[in-house]
């Protein structure tokens, strides 16, 4: 049909079209505009009260930014030659953190398990329970593994058992939130299919749902691992125990033992970098094939 033959009053008014598409670009611009000032505000208003609470001024500090790091590194630079004897008088102190981050990344993963099923909409066992769960995740998430290490701490005493518990809290929220999301894309599918035979719910989890989410499941426990390695090091510092407490007593003799703490340090650092290499190249197997 000719343009001429089209009704004029269904013809699309491209003019009020540009208005309309121009009015809301203005629209989102001066929003972002609105956003970035309050972003820069809340910036400014941050740094002045940090500032003002400051035993020095940062500003004045900046000029001895590198002072420490140069002479912690021109000391491990005279005597690199006991860095190998370093790393091997540490090596145990690195397989304990090791031991740490694994240990808790099992529990945790085992628990965010549990949580991810009883939490996913539609595969739920108990669906009126759901948001209990869910909020149960978001605790877990919301309290730092430090924070919970410190409380365990005046129960617990020190050790690597405050650390594996704290880490595995928080894996368990964490990992039973992206647990939870990939569960929910599942096909329900097999799932219909064994409840039509009978198969108890345990029964539709572990043989209709698991076999689909494994891959990114196992994806996710293994970039939790890793997370887990760092957080494992750092509660070192609050007496947990592992290289991380190594790492603190060195820097507590201050110079003299600086030779120590890079040692240390590049033994984390090249365990870190090896742990992720080894990480990165199963999820890309297991995800990719």
Do not use: C
């Amino acid at each position: 049909m000719p343009d001429s033959a089209i009704p004029a009053t269904s013809r699309p008014d491209m003019a009020a079209t540009s208005h309309a598409y121009f009015e809301l670009l203005r629209r989102r611009r001066l929003y972002g505009g609105i956003l970035l000032i309050l972003f820069v505000a809340l910036m400014v208003s941050g740094f002045r009260l940090a500032e003002s609470r400051n035993a020095g001024g940062f500003i004045d500090g900046l000029p001895m930014l590198l002072a420490f790091p140069a002479e912690v590194v021109a000391e491990a630079w005279e005597k690199r030659a006991a860095l190998p004897g370093i790393f091997i008088e540490h090596f145990p102190s690195l397989i304990e953190t090791l031991n740490i981050a694994a240990v808790s990344t099992l529990l945790g993963g085992i628990a965010a398990m549990i949580l991810a099923l009883l939490s996913t909409r539609g595969l739920a066992r108990w669906p009126r329970l759901t948001g209990l769960f869910r909020r149960l995740m978001d605790m877990f998430r919301a309290i730092p593994e430090i924070v919970i290490a410190l409380l365990l701490i005046y129960i617990l005493g020190g050790g690597p058992v405050p650390a594996v518990i704290a880490i595995s809290l928080h894996t368990a929220g964490a990992l039973g939130k992206l647990f939870s999301e990939a569960a929910e894309n599942a096909d329900r599918k097999p799932v219909e299919g064994l409840s039509s035979v009978g198969a108890t719910w345990s029964q539709q989890m572990w043989l209709g749902v698991i076999p689909q989410v494994a891959p990114n499941w196992l994806s996710y426990a293994l970039l939790r691992f890793e997370i887990n390695v760092r957080a494992s090091a750092i509660l070192g510092f609050v007496g947990e125990g592992g290289i991380g407490y190594d790492l603190k007593i060195a820097m507590q003799w201050g110079m003299g033992r600086y030779d120590q703490v890079v040692g240390i340090f590049l033994l984390l650092f090249m365990a870190i970098v090896l742990i992720d290499r080894l990480s990165d190249h199963l999820r890309n197997r297991l995800v990719k094939g």
